[in-house]
């Protein structure tokens, strides 16, 4: 089946510097990913959607300059969440849509923030 | 604005006991509803989609059933184990675009 990996699965870092999340489907390309937010015993929230080659749109609410998202090849998608503070803490989880138009997304592990 | 509510938010069972998740949605103009498992700290893994044409969909244990009209969709499992404790999770999906709206989970604890 199809795989999607992140990297990492957990990071803690210092409020204020900035941390990269990296999304990959490992085998199959995906023209759109999409990042989600989840916070303890809550349901995933999207953040963004990110279109290869184009600009990424984002949800209502989620600013755009504290979460850089790229999208730079059919296979990877990195979001970057600038100057981090401890309200950023959460679990990160990015999903694929394979090319072509299959029905369903294919979810990464998550990778769990920490903020400090 | 599509909005999924699931209930119940958790549920402690015994062993082998038949049990029903419930979703549902409230913009019936959805391309698909999929059910999804969640361990904790994990991703999400995929148990059924159901497109918008279908009434249900079955998977060895799993049944999930979908009723656009009232807007509801339920996930079946029968004879219940304790690997199937998790958080249960269903998502609509309103346009081809596959962007998914999610509900807020059950969290199922089966009991040995």
């Given at each position: 089946g ?13 409020s ?47 600013e ?51 903020v400090? | ?18 049990l029903?998740?419930?979703c549902?949605?409230?913009?019936s ?24 044409s ?12 979908l ?14 184990q ?9 998502a609509?999906s ?19």
């Amino acid at each position: 089946g199809a795989v999607v990996s992140q990297h990492p699965s957990r990071v803690i870092c210092k409020s204020g510097t900035s941390v990269k999340i990296e999304c990959r489907s490992l085998d199959f390309q995906a023209t759109t990913m999409f990042w989600y937010r989840q916070f303890p015993k809550q349901s995933l929230m999207l953040m963004a959607t990110s279109n290869e080659g184009s600009k990424a749109t984002y949800e209502q609410g989620v600013e755009k300059d504290k979460f850089l998202i790229n999208h730079a090849s059919l296979t990877l998608s990195t979001l970057t969440v600038t100057s981090a503070h401890p309200e950023d803490s959460s679990f990160y989880i990015c999903s694929a849509d394979p090319a072509g138009g299959q029905e369903t997304q294919y979810f990464g592990p998550g990778t769990r923030l920490l903020v400090l | 604005k599509q909005e999924v509510t699931q209930i119940p938010a958790a549920l402690s069972v015994p062993e082998g006991e038949n049990l029903v998740l419930n979703c549902s949605f409230t913009d019936s103009a959805i391309y698909n509803l999929q059910w999804f498992r969640q361990d904790p700290g994990k991703g999400l893994t995929s148990l059924l989609l159901i497109q918008s044409s279908q009434r249900e969909q079955t998977s060895g244990r799993l049944n999930a059933s979908l009723d656009k009209s009232s807007g509801r969709s339920t996930l079946y499992i029968a004879a219940s184990q304790p690997g199937d404790s998790a958080t249960y999770l269903c998502a609509a999906s309103n346009n081809a675009g596959n962007m998914l709206t999610f509900g807020g989970g059950t969290r199922l604890m089966v009991k040995p």
